[in-house]
T-cell receptor, first 113, second 114 residues
Framework: DADVTQTPRNRITKTGKRIMLECSQTKGHDRMYWYRQDPGLGLRLIYY???????NKGEISDGYSVSRQAQAKFSLSLESAIPNQTALYFC????????????FGPGTRLTVL | GQQVMQIPQYQHVQEGEDFTTYCNSSTTLSNIQWYKQRPGGHPVFLIQ?????EVKKQKRLTFQFGEAKKNSSLHITATQTTDVGTYFC??????????????FGKGTLLTVNP
C-alpha cells in the first residue's frame, strides 16, 4: 500500500552493526506494527504501538528496539545485528487495534552477514 | 499459547482447478482475517469473518468461518494465474481484558500452471 512506506527496501549489513529500519504512513492511523517474515514461518509480531506514548513488545522482541517519533513514523532498530535476523521486515498500520485490518508497507529485505 | 495452523503449506494446481486452504486454531477466535501476498509483494487484506458459521464471497473466492470459531477456509473456484501467491489467515483472540492478540498462520503458497 503506497500509504505505508519503508526505507531502506534492501539492506546488507555485517554482524555486530547497528541498523535502523524506518516506516512512515500517511493513513492517519494511530496503530503501527513491525513484523518479521521468514520462509515457512509466516508473519511474527516484533513490536507494536498504539500511539506515540505507547510501545508494546510482540512475540519476538528480543534483539530489537523501536521508536515512535510521531504518529506517522515508527522505526525498528537492531542494536547489534546477527545473522539469524536476516529476514523480510514489514511495517503495518491499522485504524483500530490488533484485530483491525492491517495495512502493510512494501517490506525491507535485511541480510546480516 | 495460541497457535494458528494452516494447511497445506504448498499447493500447485492447473489453471481452472479449484483450490482450498484451511486454518485451524487451538483456541476460539474472536474473528479471522485473510490476506494475500503476491510473490515479491506484501500482504494485502482480503476479508474479515466475525460470526460463527459466517460465509462470505468475493467473486471466485469463498471464505468460511466454522461454527465453533476455531477453523476457517478459503476456497478459490476455477483458479487463474492471477491467483498465484501466498494466502495467510490471521486469527485474533482476547488476551486479558480488551487486549487482543493477532496470530498469523504460516501461509499456503499457491502456484498455478497455465
Amino acid at each position: 500500500d503506497a500509504d505505508v512506506t519503508q526505507t531502506p527496501r534492501n539492506r546488507i549489513t555485517k554482524t555486530g552493526k547497528r541498523i535502523m529500519l524506518e516506516c512512515s504512513q500517511t493513513k492517519g492511523h494511530d496503530r503501527m506494527y513491525w513484523y518479521r517474515q521468514d520462509p515457512g514461518l509466516g508473519l511474527r509480531l516484533i513490536y507494536y504501538s498504539f500511539d506515540v506514548k505507547d510501545i508494546n513488545k510482540g512475540e519476538i522482541s528480543d534483539g530489537y528496539s523501536v521508536s515512535r517519533q510521531a504518529q506517522a513514523k515508527f522505526s525498528l532498530s537492531l542494536e547489534s545485528a546477527i545473522p539469524n535476523q536476516t529476514a523480510l521486515y514489514f511495517c503495518a498500520t491499522s485504524l483500530a487495534g490488533l484485530t483491525d485490518t492491517q495495512y502493510f508497507g512494501p517490506g525491507t529485505r535485511l541480510t546480516v552477514l | 499459547g495460541q497457535q494458528v495452523m494452516q494447511i497445506p503449506q504448498y499447493q500447485h494446481v492447473q489453471e481452472g482447478e479449484d483450490f482450498t486452504t484451511y486454518c485451524n486454531s487451538s483456541t476460539t477466535l474472536s474473528n479471522i482475517q485473510w490476506y494475500k501476498q503476491r510473490p515479491g509483494g506484501h500482504p494485502v487484506f482480503l476479508i474479515q469473518l466475525v460470526k460463527s458459521g459466517e460465509v462470505k464471497k468475493q467473486k471466485r473466492l469463498t471464505f468460511q468461518f466454522g461454527e465453533a470459531k476455531k477453523n476457517s477456509s478459503l476456497h478459490i473456484t476455477a483458479t487463474q494465474t492471477t491467483d498465484v501467491g501466498t494466502y495467510f489467515c490471521a486469527g485474533s483472540v482476547t488476551s486479558g481484558g480488551s487486549n487482543y492478540k493477532l496470530t498469523f498462520g504460516k501461509g499456503t503458497l499457491l502456484t498455478v500452471n497455465p
